[in-house]
């Protein structure tokens, strides 16, 4: 079973809204990554968030982590259409020798 | 490029023959992972090497399944006897030894298991 599990499934804006996508995990991590996946293409790494750190900022991502909730938010601001793609949390577990467990994703459109 | 690549970018094969897949790491990362997506998933875990030592593989890696890292660079992925449920994606990540956290992904392979 995956560890993650991101919210929404599906997420439609128009250009220059932003984009607020969720991920909820169940045991111990190390850190927390989310990446990119353009259509039948590989994954991007966007942006790592370790188990002590709140929040990171990178361009126009910004992540937080809340432990406690085991649970971690991604928000793009001011999107383009060419954020448009899947995008996954994953998990690195404590003593999981740096593997990942990736949630099933999250669409998204952004319109034109 | 020196970015990960893999080879071929898309298998088209027949049930029960078998297939080999081929990833060409970062030079000098000394950490390979390969993981495989189906269709609406995300990545799931297989194996992984650090350097030609193959340390861990998941319970999907079934006894069809084999990976090789002969000389700590590039890797192998052979599935024999291929069904129909080993159509996906198969991904290919690696990382260095300063930084094992990020991982770099491959453009994946796409095997169709007719």
């Known amino acids: 079973s995956q560890q993650g599990e991101e919210d929404p499934q599906a997420l439609s804006i128009q250009e220059g809204e932003n984009a607020t996508m969720n991920c909820s995990y169940k045991?111990?991590?190390?850190?927390l990554q989310w990446y990119r996946q353009n259509s039948g293409r590989g994954l991007v790494h966007l942006i790592l968030?370790?188990?002590?750190?709140r929040e990171k900022h990178s361009g126009r991502l910004r992540v937080t982590l809340d432990t406690s909730k085991k649970s971690s938010s991604l928000l793009i601001t001011a999107s383009r259409a060419a954020d448009t793609a899947s995008y996954f949390c994953?998990?690195?577990?404590?003593?999981?020798?740096?593997?990942?467990?990736f949630g099933k994703g999250i669409t998204l459109s952004v319109r034109p | 490029d020196t970015g990960v690549s893999q080879d071929p970018r898309h298998k088209i094969t027949k049930r029960g023959q078998n297939v080999t897949f081929r990833c060409d790491p970062i030079?000098?990362?000394?950490?390979l992972y390969w993981y495989r997506q189906t269709l609406g998933q995300g990545p799931e875990f297989l194996t992984y090497?650090?350097?030609?030592?193959?340390?861990?593989k998941s319970r999907l890696l079934s006894d069809r399944f084999s990976a090789e890292r002969p000389k700590g660079s590039f890797s192998t992925l052979e599935i024999q006897r291929t069904e129909q449920g080993d159509s996906a994606m198969y991904l290919c990540?690696?990382?260095?030894?300063?930084?094992?956290?990020?991982?770099?992904f491959g453009p994946g392979t796409r095997l169709t298991v007719l």
């Open positions: 030079s000098e990362h000394n950490r």
């Open positions: 045991t111990s991590i190390n850190n």
């Open positions: 990540a690696s990382t260095p030894e300063t930084d094992t956290d990020t991982q770099y």
């Open positions: 090497f650090q350097n030609e030592a193959q340390l861990e």
């Open positions: 994953a998990t690195d577990l404590t003593g999981a020798n740096s593997k990942l467990t």
């Open positions: 968030i370790r188990s002590n750190e």
